[in-house]
């Protein structure tokens, strides 16, 4: 008998295909398209740092700078050039990918707190950048970005758009997946579980990793373009190092070393961020406690708490959790054999 986990290890991408098809009848169920796509987009970033820290080991505080450089750069191209909405996105994934190369260059060969204090250092140093860039619209952001078309599509109609975003989204989800299932990603592990001893194997272990954040950089791009797209506007919040903690927060709630676990995070993340404030009034009208109609102002105080409730009660995340207990009860219980009859 099989345990869960196996079973889901066993048929992974009917699981997916589900869930997918799950997500695409959102729409018909009368939940709002915005809301959704605005999910999907956190939920692919999310994705793309849980490939750097889950199945690399490599811990970034400067993701942010990925969303935003392909957030200001796919905007720029569909506001300004006039580029469809296509090449808008595929613009804003190369630039990401490019500031992922340069970075990757200068923090990849450092380890631990100190490649993760480098990224942070850059990233607020591009974070400045677009501050006083005239491109970027400054503290005001890029506005008014227009959708165009998507072969063929009219993405003004969010319906239109939502099922654009959700491909782009499958899309994304299946390059990781390709990626943790092959060689390549099968090196990233060995070489998260054991450095010393990948590069002892004969492993260019900084190189594996600098293609690892590079495509870990170009996905979290892609996001940022398609959260521009789906928004119309990009502005100093998808650079800003908050964002990178937001991201962090996602894949350590969600299960981080989990495929779905990101998405499940992003979901509960930006599901708070966006009813938090709905919730306080309902708290308040329920106990009476006028303090619950301020909770909508207090988001960070809320993911706080979530945060250290994830870390004492939760630390493998909901899905890891989830599937720990899967496989707990999934066993079967060990049988004594039977002693052998002595012969007459």
Request: with cysteine; hydrophobic share 55%.
């Amino acid at each position: 008998m099989q345990t869960g986990t196996a079973a889901v290890a066993r048929n992974p991408l009917l699981v997916y295909g589900a869930l997918f098809l799950a997500i695409a009848l959102l729409p018909v169920l009368g939940v709002y398209p915005i809301f959704v796509m605005k999910v999907l987009c956190y939920a692919l970033f999310a994705c793309a740092f849980n490939l750097l820290i889950g199945f690399t080991g490599l811990l970034s505080f400067g993701h942010a700078a990925f969303l935003g450089t392909a957030a200001y750069a796919a905007g720029h191209a569909l506001k300004v050039w006039g580029l469809p909405a296509p090449l808008g996105l595929l613009f804003g994934m190369l630039a990401a990918g490019g500031v992922g190369l340069l970075f990757g260059l200068l923090a990849i060969r450092r380890t631990g707190i100190y490649f993760s204090m480098i990224t942070l250092a850059l990233s607020q140093m591009l974070f400045f950048f677009f501050l006083q860039a005239s491109f970027t619209g400054g503290e005001d952001g890029l506005q008014s970005v227009p959708r165009g078309n998507f072969l063929g599509l009219d993405l003004t109609q969010d319906l239109n758009l939502f099922y654009v975003v959700l491909a782009i989204f499958i899309a994304g989800f299946w390059l990781i997946y390709r990626t943790v299932n092959s060689p390549f990603g099968q090196v990233l592990t060995s070489i998260r579980e054991n450095e010393a001893r990948a590069t002892s194997l004969g492993y260019d272990v900084d190189r594996f990793k600098l293609l690892a954040f590079v495509l870990s950089a170009a996905l979290a791009g892609l996001a940022g373009a398609t959260k521009t797209l789906v928004l119309g506007f990009a502005t100093l919040t998808d650079a800003v190092w908050t964002t990178s903690g937001l991201v962090i927060l996602m894949t350590l709630v969600g299960g981080m070393g989990t495929l779905v676990g990101p998405m499940l995070g992003a979901l509960i993340i930006i599901a708070l961020e966006n009813k938090i404030g709905d919730l306080g009034k309902a708290l308040a009208e329920i106990t009476g406690v006028d303090w619950f109609n301020g909770l909508g102002e207090s988001v960070s105080l809320v993911t706080g708490l979530i945060f250290i409730v994830c870390v004492l009660a939760f630390r493998r995340g909901v899905v890891g959790e989830a599937l720990a207990l899967i496989d707990k009860f999934g066993k079967e219980p060990t049988q004594t054999p039977a002693p052998a009859k002595k012969p007459h």
